[in-house]
Nanobody
Framework: QVQLVESGGGLVQPGGSLRLSCAASGSIFEINAMGWYRQAPGKQRELVAAITRGGSTNYADTVKGRFTISRDNAKNTVFLQMNSLKPEDTAVYYC???????????????WGQGTQVTVSS
């Protein structure tokens, strides 16, 4: 079994910063891409940022220049540094990872439980 555990969410004022972390554990042979998604009330889940094992990144247009995704492959962990936060960034943030549990297996998608980020004065 594989688990993704997120941390770092909370309440922050507009213009503030938060850093999210997500650690993968369990039966892991290799992790391919990792990413962060978010879902605001009444809206569909959307990609925020993603990073490949080699470090290539892509971002949603709405967060470019404000958010930075990074990962520590040795610790199976992905981070999301969020700066200049806006009220419209308020959402539940979910970690995602494509993980292969065995050398002979396929990659499967795994999700964290979600962490609430609220940007409000």
């Amino acid at each position: 079994q594989v688990q993704l555990v997120e941390s770092g969410g909370g309440l922050v004022q507009p213009g503030g910063s938060l850093r999210l972390s997500c650690a993968a554990s369990g039966s892991i042979f290799e992790i391919n891409a990792m990413g962060w998604y978010r879902q605001a009330p009444g809206k569909q889940r959307e990609l925020v940022a993603a990073i490949t094992r080699g470090g290539s990144t892509n971002y949603a247009d709405t967060v470019k220049g404000r958010f930075t995704i990074s990962r520590d492959n040795a610790k199976n962990t992905v981070f999301l540094q969020m700066n200049s936060l806006k009220p419209e960034d308020t959402a539940v943030y979910y970690c995602n990872a494509r993980i292969r549990s065995h050398w002979y297996g396929n990659y499967d998608d795994y999700w964290g439980q979600g962490t609430q980020v609220t940007v409000s004065s």
